[in-house]
């Protein structure tokens, strides 16, 4: 089954099942509510089932027209180096001796920033080309190591938005539903995984949150 494809279909079947007054009345905000909840749980199913991040961020920044030029670049962000916690290295397979890299990028489309990431990476499972370009330039690292084959394990997945209220589906009068949509929050999901190439070995752990900007499209409906 195609990623977000039962988000969809719960999403429909949810529509058509809805009373027949919340169909009919202008409750604008229920059924925002029902599309916002279809979209973000879709963009979460997608993450988590990819092998690449942002790939996934690229063809849905492409999909949804949030830039002429849906290409994803990772701005660089300076500060302090976040030291990798001794179960990171657990994560990892390495020992308390072996070198790691931090990286800290926002995940850019155009103008809109999609996702704030921390990586750490261990350089000895890179090519000396790979690390080159991690070093200075302003590629994705999900770009960078695709040659690997690369694969991600989750560590941890969090839907930080959930657009309908707590026991919504138990409703039946549409008076006890919002009536308007709350303002789209800056943070919408975060993931944790661990990278791993074709031979099953870790390479880096990310720690990833995805923001609002990818919703954009859905103020212009």
Not at 145 to 162: D, I
Request: net charge neutral; charged share 25%; proline share 8%.
């Amino acid at each position: 089954m195609v990623p977000g494809t039962a988000a969809r279909s719960a999403a429909a079947l949810l529509l058509a099942l809805a009373p027949a007054g919340a169909r009919a009345a202008p409750l604008d905000g229920y059924v925002r509510r029902l599309e916002y909840a279809a979209v973000v749980s879709d963009l979460n199913a997608r993450l988590l089932a990819t092998p690449s991040a942002t790939r996934t961020l690229e063809g849905w920044c492409r999909a949804h027209r949030l830039s002429d030029r849906p290409a994803i670049v990772a701005d660089r962000i300076a500060g302090a180096d976040k030291p990798i916690a001794p179960e990171q290295r657990a994560r990892l397979g390495i020992g308390p001796d072996e070198p790691v890299r931090y990286r800290h990028v926002r995940l850019r489309c155009g103008d809109r920033v999609l996702s704030e990431a921390d990586n750490w990476y261990v350089p000895s499972r890179l090519t000396a080309e790979m690390n080159a370009q991690l070093d200075g330039g302003d590629t994705p690292f999900g770009t960078v190591v695709a040659p690997l084959g690369v694969a991600r394990r989750t560590v941890s997945a969090e839907q930080l938005w959930r657009p309908l209220a707590e026991g919504w589906e138990m409703f039946r009068d549409v008076e006890a539903t919002d009536r308007t949509v709350p303002p789209v929050p800056a943070e919408l999901i975060r993931h944790r995984a661990i990278v791993v190439d074709q031979t099953g070995r870790p390479i880096a752990e990310v720690a990833e949150t995805y923001g609002a900007p990818l919703l954009d499209f859905m103020g212009a409906r």
